[in-house]
Each structure stands twice: as structure tokens, then as C-alpha cells.
């Protein structure tokens, strides 16, 4: 949950002259369903009603374990992306994979940005490790410029792709 | 929440490759300390990045990394024994240096954190000694924050951190109690606290880690009258509110500054308040039940006794849900105590001691995300210890079960 938070809101940053300063979200980057949810939003699982849904359904489990929420999807909805006509489409399967790992991008505070920087880092820690690190290990500058292509491609065409 | 005189930054001049790697690299940078095979990315990256180096925000996070490589390098070169002998031989690493208070501050940061993290070699020396703002009217608050780093001297100029942000400020006594240098970083918290408190809440994050490191520094620097379980009490009182992150932390804090006090009884009475009030955390559980074990070890208790069996018993049912950190500090207790039992009592425990010694130097119970642990041991070394470890918290229930019937059950 502090990851789809994070990623959708103001983010501190350090500016060229050395001061704080807030940068916009990079809402390109993000899938838009993810930034629409928990921009300026809290309580996002009661409070948005699809969700709300999807939780009573038992398709979305939360979970407490130390002092974050982890959001659990069950296999049945898992199963039902898998096979859903735009995660085979190669093109959005990319977008679609990326804009999750750019979560995690924004996510991260960069250093000395916010006083508790330290404490998210190392929340974040595990995640990054098992998400992000296996991704970064294989990726080149020809994903990175294919991928960029064609959301650039998209969004001339006006066409947004979401994650549904 | 946030202060006013920030200004919002768009970034919408910029082309989208060139927005998105100004992104990733922010990210790889953060990323290179501890998972140093990430550099042929970064590298990969810099070389595709030079034709569109117009690109201002690009720009500064390439000069950024190319910076943060080159001190890793000559951090991590053990014929290295004089940095400046490198940078003369590089020239042109100091051309991004010195062009923004930006870089600036975070090339002082870069060569002040190796003083925190106190290596053995250490050639970075000559280099932090020329270190200095870049305009020494108006130096920027990151210059400030790498100053607080590079400082060699308890009295530190008021002028570093007044009229700076609460965040600054805060900043600035973290690293100053890094680099401990308590009395100063007890001083600035004491002066934000209330500020700390107005603007983010008594139960926020904020407060309770600018609090548990006031207290921290209270306690290495002995300030008895602040230490004094009263007053101790009047800064957490109010915040009882057992499924507040910011309140279990700070009674933690709390616990651990009586520990460190040797004042094992108060300490005990925090932490079974914790216990008592019905703890869902795994992570609170096993933390709290570290500590306990530690004050009842201090206070002349011996494993197996009913007390301390009962506590690590309680944590050892978490165990499997929480971070590594916490699960190495838990272990490394549990360690302690199992090093006072006979051998002969329980078989088990000769395989236990075996795989302790085969682990042995890789507990480190205060490792944080940016932690030195890659440095001692690689992490498929960390990996397959741990895995060991963890493999072990089933006999460890034995021995506790054993250790149990032998107190006589309860």
C-alpha cells in the first residue's frame, strides 16, 4: 500500500541549487488507474467501490505482517489477467509491465528528501529486492528505448493504456 | 505538511526518454551501494545517454552517477592509498563537482558517509579536507546537510543549521548523531521537537524517529535530566494507542534507552506493556521479545528459565513473518542464551552451534536498507547462511520445548 501511495503523489526532491523542492508525478510513467486511485486519497480499499468489490469477493486479500498492508491477489484473478486479451498483446504486455515496475521507481525516496527517508528505504528493501533487482539485472538500453517509444507512440494516438 | 517556500518543479520541457531516464537513474543510483552488479546498467545507460545531454534535469543525475561510480571506485581499489592521486589523474570528474550546490552537497555526502561507515582503509582523506561550499555566503541546505558529514569538531556552528527547514534541521542532527557528535544532535532535536509534533502529529513517523533518536542522544551523552524515567514517560504519554506505528516505535526507543542505561526493571515494565496489549505485529513481537530476553539475560535470569523461554518462545512463533534484520537480531539473542546451556542437555543443539559458527559474522542486527553488508560477505553468502538460519528455527522450537520441560512447564 505505501508503494501505491508513494507512487501517486508529490514527490520531494533535491533541485539543482541543493534545496527541496516538489516535482510533479510522472503521470506518463505511472499507469493512470494506479495514480487515479490513490492520488490524495486514503482508505483506498473501503473507500473505491470496485475495490471494495473485489476485496468482499475474497479476490484481493489484505494483509498485515509487521507494520505494512500487503494486498494479496488471489489466484483466480491472477489467472483471469493472465489469459485477458491485452496482457497477450505484446505491446501493452511491455507498457503494462513497466508501468508496474516504475511504481517502484517512484516510490523510493531519494535520499535526505523526507526525515523518515531512511525507514521507507528499508520497508521498501525487500520489495525492491525481489521486484526490481531480477528486472534491473536483465534490462538494456533497447528495452528502455522501446519501451519509451512506444508510449510515446500511445499517446500521440490518444490511446491510454491502462492496467484493467 | 509540507513547507511553504518549496516551489513545484515541472518537468514537462523535457522529452520522454529523456524524463524517463532522468527517473531510472535517480532509482540505479540508490541502488548501487548495495547491489554493486547494477553498474554495467548504469554504465550501459551513460553511454546511450551522451547525444542527448541537453536535457538539463538528464544531465545533473548523469554527472550525479558518474560521480557516484567514480567514488565507489576509488573507494572500493585497494591499491588506492591517496584519493587525490586518482582525481589527478581523472581530471574530469571534478568538473561536475563544483557547478551546482547540488552536486556539491552530494559529493560531500558521498565522501563523508565512508567516515560513518568507519573502514579500515580510508582514502578518501585528502579529498574531504578540501571539501568546502560552494559559496560560503549561501551555502545550499543539501552543502549544509555534507558539511554535518565532513565536520571535525563538537561545536558545531549555529549557523549551519538556523533559519534552515524543519527537514534540514532534522537531517542535520541524524548525521551528526551518525557521526556521534550527541550533544549537538540532542541539542537541534530539542529545539524541533514541538515543531516536529505541530506539523506532523503525535502519532506520525516523524515524530517518533526525531523523539527515539532524542532519546538516543539523551542517553549516550547521559543528560540525567531528561533520562529520568518520569520525563521519559511525559514525552510517550498520550500516545497509547496500540495499532499506532509511531507509538510501538517510540516505546521501543524508549526500552532501548533504559537498556542502554542498565535500568533492566524499567525496561522490562515497558516492554511487557507492549506485550500485554495485545500485539498483532509480527515484527513488534519479535523485537519487543529480543529486547525482554536481553533485560531478563542482564538481570541474571539464565536460559532455559521460565521467563526468558516464555519470551523467545513468543518471538520464535514470528520469526518466519519478519524482515531479515530483525529475524538476525532475534537469532543472535537467541545465541547468547543458548551459549550458557550445557551442551550435553540438548543434542540439538551441537547442530545448532554448528551452523551459528558456520554464519558467524554475518549478524548484523542494526543493518538498514543502505547497510554495510554487502561489504564483509556478498549476498549469495548472506542468502545461503540465512536460508540456514531460518532452517533452523525448527530445532530452535525443540530446544525451547525441551528447555521448557526441564523448567518444569507452566
Known amino acids: 500500500m505505501l508503494i501505491f501511495y508513494r507512487s501517486a503523489r508529490l514527490q520531494l526532491r533535491w533541485n539543482e541549487e541543493g534545496e527541496l523542492a516538489q516535482y510533479d508525478i510522472n503521470e506518463h510513467f505511472i499507469p493512470p488507474c ?4 490513490f492520488k490524495g486519497n486514503d482508505d483506498v480499499l473501503r473507500k473505491n467501490k470496485d475495490l471494495h468489490t473485489m476485496v468482499t469477493r475474497g479476490l484481493l486479500k489484505t494483509s498485515l505482517v509487521g507494520d505494512i498492508t500487503y494486498i494479496f491477489v488471489s489466484e483466480k484473478l491472477r489467472a483471469s489477467i493472465r489469459t485477458s ?15 508496474l515496475f516504475n511504481i517502484m521507481l517512484e516510490a523510493l525516496p531519494e535520499e535526505y528528501s523526507i526525515i523518515v527517508w531512511e525507514e521507507v528505504q528499508s520497508q521498501l528493501h525487500e520489495t525492491i529486492e525481489l521486484n526490481c533487482i531480477p528486472i534491473l539485472r536483465v534490462m538494456n538500453f533497447e528495452d528502455i528505448s522501446r519501451y519509451v517509444e512506444l508510449l510515446d507512440g500511445e499517446k500521440r494516438l490518444g490511446r491510454n493504456i491502462s492496467l484493467n | 505538511m509540507i513547507e511553504r517556500s518549496m516551489l513545484i518543479q515541472s518537468s514537462s520541457d523535457q522529452t520522454l526518454l529523456a524524463r524517463y531516464l532522468t527517473m531510472l537513474l535517480r532509482f540505479l543510483r540508490q541502488l548501487l551501494g548495495p547491489y554493486p552488479f547494477l553498474r554495467h546498467l548504469a554504465l550501459e545507460i551513460l553511454d546511450h545517454s551522451a547525444n542527448i545531454e541537453n536535457e538539463s534535469q538528464l544531465l545533473s543525475e548523469i554527472v550525479e552517477i558518474k560521480l557516484f ?19 589527478s589523474e581523472k581530471p574530469e570528474l571534478l568538473w561536475g563537482i563544483a557547478t551546482s550546490g547540488r552536486l556539491n552537497g552530494r559529493f560531500g555526502i558521498l565522501i563523508g558517509d565512508n567516515i560513518v561507515r568507519k573502514l579500515t582503509r580510508d582514502p578518501l582523506g585528502s579529498i574531504r579536507d578540501s571539501w568546502n561550499f560552494m559559496d560560503s555566503d549561501s551555502p545550499s541546505s543539501l552543502e549544509r546537510i555534507a558539511h554535518a558529514y565532513l565536520i571535525n569538531t563538537k561545536s558545531i556552528p549555529s549557523e549551519l543549521y538556523e533559519r534552515q527547514s524543519l527537514t534540514t534541521r532534522i537531517l542535520i542532527a541524524f548525521v551528526l548523531s551518525k557521526r556521534n557528535y550527541y550533544e549537538p544532535a540532542r541539542d537541534i532535536l530539542e529545539s524541533v521537537l514541538s515543531q516536529v509534533e505541530n506539523e506532523y502529529g503525535r502519532e506520525s513517523w516523524e515524530y517518533a524517529i526525531a523523539t527515539a533518536e532524542y532519546l538516543k542522544c539523551c542517553a549516550l551523552t547521559w543528560d540525567e535530566s531528561v533520562i529520568g524515567f518520569d520525563s521519559l514517560h511525559a514525552l510517550t504519554r498520550g500516545i497509547d494507542n496500540p495499532s499506532n506505528d509511531g507509538s510501538l516505535f517510540l516505546k521501543i526507543a524508549l526500552a532501548d534507552v533504559l537498556l542502554a542505561d542498565s535500568r533492566y526493571e524499567a525496561a522490562i515494565e515497558v516492554l511487557n506493556s507492549l506485550f500485554s496489549v495485545g500485539m498483532h505485529y509480527s515484527s513488534t513481537n519479535v523485537t519487543v521479545a529480543t529486547r525482554l530476553s536481553k533485560a531478563h539475560r542482564r538481570l541474571g535470569e539464565v536460559f532455559p528459565s521460565r521467563k526468558i523461554t516464555e519470551v523467545l518462545l513468543r518471538g520464535l512463533k514470528d520469526l518466519p513473518h519478519v524482515s531479515k534484520s530483525l529475524q538476525l537480531a532475534f537469532i543472535e539473542e537467541l545465541q547468547c542464551n543458548l551459549s550458557t546451556v550445557d551442551i550435553g542437555d540438548f543434542p540439538a543443539y551441537q547442530k545448532l552451534h554448528e551452523a551459528m559458527a558456520r554464519s558467524k559474522g554475518m549478524v548484523h542486527p542494526e543493518s538498514t536498507f543502505v547497510s554495510d553488508q554487502t561489504e564483509s560477505i556478498s ?16 530445532i530452535l522450537g525443540a530446544i525451547s520445548k525441551s528447555a521448557i520441560r526441564s523448567a518444569g512447564g507452566y
Open chain 1, 34 to 37: 494506479v495514480v487515479n486511485l
Open chain 2, 379 to 394: 549476498a549469495e553468502e548472506l542468502e545461503t547462511a540465512f536460508n540456514e538460519i531460518v532452517s533452523l528455527t525448527t
Open chain 1, 85 to 99: 486479451t491485452s496482457f497477450r498483446d505484446p505491446i501493452v504486455s511491455l507498457v503494462q509491465r513497466f508501468g
Open chain 2, 69 to 87: 561510480l567514480e567514488v565507489q571506485e576509488m573507494t572500493l581499489d585497494e591499491t588506492l592509498t591517496d584519493a587525490s592521486d586518482f582525481l
